[in-house]
């Protein structure tokens, strides 16, 4: 059982498991944590303006290169005019890898805050190099916060391009860039209530046992 097509596919073509059932089961979450909440007092908890618009990060390191961080900075610096733009990073760094013009938070662990985090960004932003169906695309989704990230993994499965995102042409600094530009010139056609919507349907902790009891009840004999 995998969380995701792109993982499922890796199971069913490798020599350990191509002879085995594949089935795919995605994750799910709390979902009374990570839901709609009011953007201004998000923003209020964690000293964020309310008067520009705040693309956020969040990884466990944000020095891990799998993550992209490197990917985002660089995007970040192609943009022009940046005067109302924040990008908020999530996850432990050291003082001599901060770097200028971005708002460090810190590493967060309490799932109610990091829910306040994807309600206080306009955007989150996804720029793995490699990742399967991570957690903080399924949470900023339940929270009603649209994601740009690169055509890999889970994250090609989960994002509709004008629904719940974009995703990049390429994996690439200049693809990632030119996303975020697109973003941000169409954010007004983003419907948070929506894309809350569609990823609780689909990432609820009842449809997931449901999944997995079905499988269960036929793995065990009558």
């Known amino acids: ?47 964020l303006p309310t008067n520009k618009k705040i693309a ?31 990008l908020v990073a999530i996850g432990n760094v050291s003082a001599t890898n901060k770097q200028e013009n971005v708002k460090y938070l810190g590493s967060i662990n309490d799932e109610r805050l990091m829910a306040l985090a994807y309600a206080a960004a306009d955007v989150f932003i996804l720029p793995s190099r490699e990742d399967n169906l991570p ?5 900023s989704l339940s929270c009603g916060t649209p994601i740009i990230g690169f055509p890999i993994g889970g994250i090609k499965e989960t994002i509709e391009n004008g629904f719940n995102g974009y995703l990049c042409p390429e994996l690439s600094i200049d693809g ?25 349907d689909k990432f609820n ?4 046992a449901s999944s997995y009891i079905t499988i269960y009840k036929k793995l065990i004999p009558n």
């Open 1 to 47: 059982m995998t969380p995701s097509k792109w993982l499922g596919s890796l199971a069913a073509n490798s020599e350990i498991f191509n002879n085995f059932n594949v089935s795919i089961i995605p994750y799910s979450l709390n979902l009374n944590v990570f839901k709609i909440q009011n953007k201004e007092f998000a923003r209020e908890v964690f000293n």
């Open 56 to 86: 956020l990060f969040v990884a466990e390191s944000v020095t891990n290169e799998r993550k992209g961080f490197d990917l985002l900075s660089g995007a970040f610096e192609k943009i022009v005019d940046k005067e109302d733009l924040l």
């Open 135 to 139: 957690n903080t695309m399924l949470e």
């Open 176 to 200: 990632l860039y030119e996303t975020i530009e697109k973003f941000f010139q169409n954010i007004s056609s983003f419907n948070s209530d929506k894309i809350s919507k569609a990823a609780h």
């Open 205 to 208: 902790n009842k449809k997931q």
